[in-house]
């Protein structure tokens, strides 16, 4: 995909869900801030972001990216465009439920791209309302540096998104494009 923007992906920092291991999706039913471990993540990232020069940050409107963007938005100075697309895959009804139960949804990797639990979508789904910001931001701005705030899956698709990977792509490399809480990306 040709962009007229630099971009650089930063998920949120550790938060209740990811020490709990519970499935923290939206609508958000159980407080899932950031841990004390996850602040200092982000603090620490948002010094280095500095250097970067971003010129802009859009974030997905969830409390632990709430609070990612708002740290990093008050060392670099900005204000946090908060979108709805950047959120969290729905989960459905295994929102709020264990990651083992998430995982245990699905026969294999590749189901999670097709296969939706009730009342949630599935990768395919996330990836879709991801185009649909990537393409209304690169037509509103050129050559800016760009922090997309966001969760795990959803940024990972943002990654294969960028880099025109096909599904069958995604499905076979999907542990290297894993980002770890508080883990910056330069796309």
């Not at 920092?13 to 801030?33: A, H, L, Q, T």
């Not at 500095?50 to 709430?66: N, Q, W």
Request: aromatic fraction near 8%; hydrophobic fraction near 35%.
């Amino acid at each position: 995909m040709k962009l007229l923007n630099n971009y650089f992906i930063l998920r949120h920092g550790e938060s209740i869900s990811n020490k709990e291991n519970f499935v923290g999706s939206w609508p958000e039913k159980r407080y899932d801030p950031l841990t004390k471990k996850g602040e200092k993540q982000i603090h620490n990232i948002a010094k280095k972001l500095k250097k970067e020069k971003i010129d802009l940050i859009f974030s997905s409107d969830l409390l632990r990216t709430k609070q990612t963007s708002q740290i990093t938005a008050q060392e670099l100075n900005l204000k946090i465009n908060f979108d709805k697309r950047l959120r969290e895959i729905n989960t459905g009804i295994l929102n709020q439920k264990s990651i083992k139960q998430w995982k245990n949804y699905f026969s294999n990797k590749a189901e999670k791209f097709t296969k939706r639990p009730p009342k949630g979508e599935n990768r395919q789904d996330v990836q879709k309302r991801l185009k649909s910001f990537i393409k209304d931001i690169d037509q509103k701005y050129k050559n800016k540096n760009i922090l997309i705030v966001g969760h795990q899956a959803p940024l990972a698709l943002f990654w294969g998104i960028i880099k025109n990977l096909s599904k069958k792509t995604l499905i076979k490399n999907w542990e290297k494009l894993k980002i770890n809480n508080g883990e910056l990306v330069k796309l």
